[in-house]
């Protein structure tokens, strides 16, 4: 299915913003859902993850406590709320989805990807 994201620009230091993944796939509820980001000449790193029923998450160490990863089956989307941006979490940031038993964060482990959102933390 196709993963189309929203949201994302310019913040300040502090701010906040919230992205947005929804998925064109019927059985969307299966998916286990993440997000990955990628900076300028760096790899793309894993940032959260939320089972295809919302009970887990998982959060790279870099944004635990400031970013929410949450997901409503009904509308078919994923979001990932961003608190307290630093300048450090300028990024490309891409929804990605799998079917599967666990809740991956490896890039490999991921078989669909949205188009990717720029985000931009710069005073």
């Known amino acids: 299915g196709q993963l189309v994201q929203s949201g994302g620009g310019l913040v300040q230091p502090g701010g906040s913003l919230r992205l947005s993944c929804t998925a064109s796939?019927?059985?969307?509820?299966?998916?286990?859902m993440a997000w990955f980001r990628q900076a300028p000449g760096k790899e793309r790193e894993f940032v959260a993850a939320?089972?295809?029923?919302?009970?887990?998450?998982r959060y790279a160490d870099s944004v635990k406590g400031r970013f929410t990863i949450s997901r409503d089956n009904a509308k078919n989307t994923v979001y990932l709320q961003m608190n307290s941006l630093k300048p450090e979490d300028t990024a490309i940031y891409y929804c990605?989805?799998?079917?599967?038993?666990?809740?991956?964060?490896?890039?490999?482990?991921?078989?669909?990807w949205g188009q990717g959102t720029q985000v931009t933390v710069s005073s």
């Open positions: 939320i089972i295809w029923s919302g009970g887990v998450t």
């Open positions: 990605a989805a799998v079917v599967s038993w666990g809740l991956p964060v490896r890039r490999s482990d991921y078989d669909s």
């Open positions: 796939e019927r059985f969307f509820y299966m998916y286990n």
